[in-house]
């Protein structure tokens, strides 16, 4: 009897059916809890502290937050609050996120075996707290070296689907190679990168040194490069594979094995009519077709007639070099002044170039310039190891966003992620755990980027250019390093032509080309999460309230808990969601309570009474006087008894 197998491919770990809750404010220490503890489920207050810059327009105070505290509180509140849900809630299109990567410096506190599983917990925990404010076509970068990359592509696997796993991205980080690394020199990090819904990347802007390779050797108004005329598929486009005589050499053309041409047999009949005139013969070349394309000389499909000339050769070529002469060649190359093989026009593309999964530091930049944009900022101080320079967050908003986009980073190190989105006019979230960090770097740079004092980074992007031109296929950063080697050499050799030296340096001189990205502006508020409300006994499981449940503060947390809208201006009632009015007691409730909120109640209200305490006879004369409308003890009816580890 065949045997079916059970089960599904997985990552397991220690403590992966639990949840965290941090020991200490502002660090990353945390303690195992069952899921269903308050402390775990519990939606904290975001408390703003202040506006930076202007208030209103597409990048003001508005629109943009810093907020310090743990960012799996700051996510939760951020999809449940509703003054936060309604605004951000499915509006992000990208989440990028630098974590901490798994070193001892990290989870200093936990053996080897256990620090791996806190770290891809407290990371599940908050890729599933992410899905509610995600756009319906948004992408999801995870920034990480060798220590979790490979743990963390089957997490990602499992909560996204391994469908929608778009690349990974290998981002050359170093400048130079390590001879003081103990095995390989890390030279690169990883960027895991998935889709949510029918996200596709954005194509990027053509540079100078894309279009080097594009020239007009034949006077065409338009740039092209010499590029292959087969394209793959021979085996399932057999009617495009088939002889073109040469109309100069007479020699015939085929694709190579396993290539057909790039285009139908229609469209190139038409081309080499242009050299001279053309006519289609069968010339019964089955077997030759056959093997090209990969299938028995039976299974080739017949009949596919070859593009010949049908004029003698002598005329044809005499023809061809005419036309070769007047310039402007057609599609089809004739390669090596006429007497090679066959090319064909690859002109420069309208639109931008596809992203690739190889980001070179030329390109993106490396740790050591990121070094060096906050050491301008921040003169003296080096407050992270590996800090990401602000052209690789340029590459990543680029290929994932448009202006206007929302742009959500929940480890804000140096504030990067940030700065590269407000500069590039997108909207964006960012959460940072340490409060001293934020305050010492997050906060000062931010707002020295939207007071427009911060001249680094991409504010002004640099772009290598050819003064009068450059040879053929020479990009600019190529004929820039091709002078500096040229010096070296001309210190070590004696008596080099000076003309030949001169007519060198002319053919390949290149400048930087400067324009200006950002001019300051824009704005945004700091907010820091509130205190929990709660204390759970670990010995029992029973919730208690903390002493931070008093007064306005008490009554704001239960109303984002309970996700009611607050109505701060109300005499009796601290928020309001649909039909319902909630009133936070911080005390008891009794009958006297019941009767102020029933008579502030509108026709068709409902009131929720949330109280420390409830007298016996005030549930029932709610009942009876607003039927429809409840009591809530606190903590015991906010959440059900908890199961602590």
């Given at each position: 009897m065949k045997r079916t197998p059970k089960g599904r491919l997985e990552l397991t770990w220690m403590g992966k059916d639990s949840a965290l809750i941090p020991v200490e404010e502002g660090k990353y220490d945390y303690a195992w809890v069952d899921p269903d503890d308050p402390r775990a489920r519990e939606v904290k207050s975001i408390e703003v502290l202040e506006q930076v810059g202007e208030v209103d327009g597409p990048t003001g105070a508005n629109e943009n937050l810093l907020i310090i505290g743990d960012s799996g509180d700051a996510l939760r509140s951020l999809a449940t609050i509703p003054e936060y849900h309604d605004k951000y809630a499915g509006q992000v299109k990208l989440v990028?996120?630098?974590?901490?990567?798994?070193?001892?410096?990290?989870?200093?506190?936990?053996?080897?075996?256990?620090?791996?599983?806190i770290w891809l917990t407290m990371m599940r925990d908050r890729i599933r707290d992410i899905k509610p404010l995600l756009s319906p076509d948004a992408s999801v970068w995870v920034h990480?070296?060798?220590?979790?990359?490979?743990?963390?592509?089957?997490l990602l696997d499992e909560e996204?689907?391994?469908?929608?796993?778009?690349?990974?991205?290998?981002?050359?980080?170093?400048?130079?190679?390590?001879?003081?690394?103990?095995?390989?020199?890390?030279?690169?990090?990883?960027?895991?990168?998935y889709r949510v819904g029918s996200w596709q990347p954005n194509r990027l802007p053509r540079s100078a040194a894309m279009d080097a390779r594009f020239s007009s050797p034949d006077g065409d108004p338009?740039?092209?490069?010499?590029?292959?005329?087969?394209?793959?598929?021979?085996?399932?486009?057999?009617?495009?594979?088939?002889?073109?005589?040469?109309?100069i050499t007479g020699a015939l053309h085929y694709p190579a094995r396993g290539r057909c041409w790039w285009t139908d047999q229609g469209q190139l009949l038409d081309i080499m009519n242009e050299y001279a005139p053309y006519e289609l013969v069968d010339l019964q070349d089955e077997e030759t077709r056959a093997g090209l394309c990969g299938v028995s000389p039976g299974q080739?499909?017949?009949?596919?007639?070859?593009?010949?000339?049908?004029?003698?050769?002598?005329?044809?070529?005499?023809?061809?070099?005419?036309?070769?002469?007047?310039?402007?060649?057609?599609r089809v190359v004739l390669r090596s002044n006429g007497t090679g093989g066959l090319g064909r026009k690859s002109y420069v593309p309208s639109v931008g170039q596809v992203p690739s999964t190889w980001w070179s530091n030329a390109e993106t930049g490396h740790n050591r310039e990121a070094k060096a944009e906050l050491k301008r900022l921040f003169p003296g101080v080096i407050p992270f190891a590996t800090p990401k320079p602000e052209r690789l967050?340029?590459?990543?908003?680029?290929?994932?966003?448009?202006?206007?986009?929302?742009?959500?980073?929940?480890?804000?190190?140096s504030g990067t992620t940030a700065a590269v989105a407000h500069k590039m006019g997108r909207r964006w979230i960012t959460v940072e755990l340490q409060e001293d960090t934020a305050r010492k770097f997050v906060l000062p740079r931010l707002t020295?980027?939207?007071?427009?004092?911060?001249?680094?980074?991409?504010?002004?992007?640099?772009?290598?250019?050819?003064?009068?031109?450059?040879?053929?296929?020479?990009?600019?950063?190529?004929?820039?390093?091709?002078?500096?080697?040229?010096?070296?050499?001309?210190?070590?050799?004696?008596?080099?032509?000076?003309?030949?030296?001169?007519?060198?340096?002319?053919?390949?001189?290149?400048?930087?080309?400067?324009?200006v990205q950002w001019n300051g502006g824009g704005g945004f508020t700091v907010a820091k999460m509130g205190p929990s409300m709660y204390e759970v006994d670990d010995e029992d499981g029973e919730v208690y309230l903390s002493a931070e449940a008093t007064n306005g503060a008490w009554s704001k947390a239960i109303a984002g808990q309970l996700e009611f809208t607050l109505t701060p201006e109300h005499p009796v009632f601290c928020g309001v969601r649909r039909r319902q009015r909630l009133a936070v007691i911080d005390g008891v409730v009794d009958e006297t309570v019941v009767r102020t909120v029933v008579e502030n109640l509108a026709d068709n209200e409902r009131a929720v009474i949330v109280g420390k305490g409830v007298v016996p006879e005030a549930d029932a004369l709610l009942r009876s006087l607003s039927p429809g409308s409840r009591i809530k003890k606190a903590p015991g009816d906010i959440f059900p008894k908890a199961t602590v580890n």
């Open positions: 990028y996120i630098d974590p901490p990567f798994n070193t001892e410096q990290t989870f200093e506190h936990y053996a080897d075996q256990l620090e791996h599983s990480l070296d060798d220590a979790e990359v490979h743990r963390m592509r089957v996204f689907g391994p469908e929608n796993a778009v690349g990974q991205v290998v981002w050359q980080k170093a400048d130079s190679t390590r001879n003081d690394a103990k095995g390989l020199s890390s030279d690169h990090d990883t960027l895991l990168v338009n740039a092209w490069f010499d590029d292959n005329p087969s394209a793959p598929g021979a085996r399932t486009h057999q009617g495009m594979v088939f002889a073109i005589q040469h109309p080739v499909r017949s009949g596919v007639r070859a593009i010949m000339l049908s004029v003698p050769l002598t005329q044809a070529a005499a023809s061809a070099r005419e036309r070769l002469a007047r310039g402007s060649w057609p967050l340029n590459r990543v908003l680029q290929v994932a966003t448009l202006p206007g986009d929302l742009v959500l980073d929940f480890f804000a190190g020295k980027v939207a007071s427009g004092d911060d001249p680094g980074g991409v504010t002004i992007l640099t772009e290598r250019v050819a003064v009068d031109g450059l040879p053929e296929n020479l990009t600019p950063d190529e004929a820039q390093r091709f002078n500096t080697y040229l010096g070296r050499v001309l210190k070590a050799v004696d008596g080099v032509d000076t003309a030949t030296v001169k007519a060198l340096r002319d053919a390949t001189r290149t400048r930087d080309e400067k324009t």
